[in-house]
């Protein structure tokens, strides 16, 4: 079902939201779903649960009786450890004042797009993308405006920016930026980040940066991938969304958080009472234990990604029918398939023919057809199994 008929509603509901699309990779999903050996290398989690001292801080808040209305931007004991983690992982300075708390990533880009868009106006989308951004744009009834990266003939993607210049028009509101990219694992060089903030900051238009991948980064003694966050000034059009999903295993929790201007704090606050009415009182606890605790936990965890990614690489670029570039960001493969034009029926078939779950690269926006994404979030001894599986079914 590619979206809801109203003929089947008992009332007519928003005709944009009856087409809403149901994503390629829920399709693949429900299709694979309960599948004896599956190994479901389909959606962007890892398979470890979040570490035991971030769950005791946050039941020991739970025992303590944090249990209220709290804050809406967040309790200031949590964003003032993210100014602390921010200020101390990136070039420049994070006053907490900049820092609004969000009940998970997505919350944090659905309340951008909320700020920023009305009916008709656009955003110029860097594609192949994950599908979130897109559908939270047309559920604000806003426009996007997709500008395909560039395949490189060796496998992964660069960005043209004259691209990007030449899709801004005066219905532009913002341009959105996910580095590292999911599903592509892109990386923005930080002239490209500056570049970006340049053409913003000259049509007064917002640059929303999505960097829930940051600490995913692969070259030897990086920390992190380049960050606006490392330039930019507090009072530039940057709304920086970010997460405790990936880098910490909380995937569940529903966390995360914005970097933005001061003078948006109050904005935030207000929208956030009508939306949401703020995170979790004592799930907050938790995060403040992962900020402050978590260093160890995030190397050994993209140290084991490193690793993952690196067997994928080795198995799949050796086929003569795949182009990958090295991993070097984020934890997808985003792979072309040569031959493949119908990336959902592959994915689908591939359930049969090797068990594994991997998700259609249609499902990411324009320029992601003919590719598969593979999450190797996962231990290498699991990604070693799936690769047994997927060789002979992708030769
Ligand atoms: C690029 C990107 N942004 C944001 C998110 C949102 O993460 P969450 O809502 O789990 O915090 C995801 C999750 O997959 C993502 O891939």
């Known amino acids: 079902m590619d979206s809801l008929q109203q003929g089947d509603l008992p009332a007519p509901i928003r005709a944009d939201i009856a087409r809403l699309p149901v994503s390629g990779i829920h399709r693949v999903f429900m299709a694979g779903y309960g599948r004896p050996g599956l190994i479901p290398l389909w959606v962007g989690e890892g398979d470890q649960p979040t570490p035991a001292f971030i769950g005791e801080a946050a039941t020991a808040a739970l025992k303590a009786g944090k249990t209220f209305y709290n804050p809406k931007r967040g309790i200031p004991e949590l964003r003032q450890a993210l100014a602390r983690y921010l200020s101390g992982l990136h070039a420049r300075p994070v006053a907490a004042e900049r820092v609004s708390v969000t009940s998970s990533g997505m919350t944090g880009l ?47 993607f660069r960005l043209d920016l004259d691209k990007v210049a030449a899709a801004i028009d005066g219905r532009t509101r913002a341009i959105f930026c996910a580095s590292p990219g999911n599903p592509t694992g892109w990386m923005a060089t930080a002239e490209e980040q500056q570049a970006l903030l340049a053409l913003c900051r000259r049509h007064r238009i917002w640059m929303i940066a999505d960097e829930v991948y940051v600490r995913f980064v692969y070259g030897p003694g990086q920390r992190t991938a380049p960050s606006f966050l490392d330039f930019a000034a507090p009072d530039d059009p940057l709304l920086v969304c970010n997460s405790f999903s990936k880098a910490w295993a909380m995937t569940g929790w529903r966390l995360g958080w914005i970097v933005h201007p001061p003078a948006l704090g109050e904005t935030f606050d207000k929208l956030t009472e009508f939306t949401t009415s703020g995170a979790p009182h004592f799930l907050q606890y938790g995060a403040i234990a992962a900020l402050e605790q978590g260093e160890p936990f995030v190397a050994e965890l993209v140290e084991r990604c490193r690793q993952s990614g690196e067997i994928v690489y080795q198995a799949l670029a050796s086929l003569p029918r795949v182009r990958l ?31 594994v779950g991997l998700a259609p690269g249609s499902a990411f926006g324009p320029g992601g057809e003919g590719h598969l994404r593979l999450c190797f979030a996962a231990s290498p001894a699991r990604l070693a199994e799936a690769m047994e599986r997927l060789r002979p079914a992708l030769a």
């Open 110 to 156: 659905v309340t951008v797009i909320q700020t920023l868009i009305q009916p008709g106006d656009n955003v110029v989308v860097l594609t192949p993308v994950w599908p979130n951004i897109m559908a939270a744009i047309e559920v604000a009834s806003g426009v996007v405006k997709p500008v395909g990266l560039d395949p490189r003939p060796e496998g992964g």
């Open 325 to 355: 570039a090295r991993p070097e960001a984020a934890f997808y493969a985003f792979f072309k398939l040569e031959g493949m034009d119908d990336s959902l029926a592959e994915a689908l078939s591939l359930l049969e023919r090797a068990n």
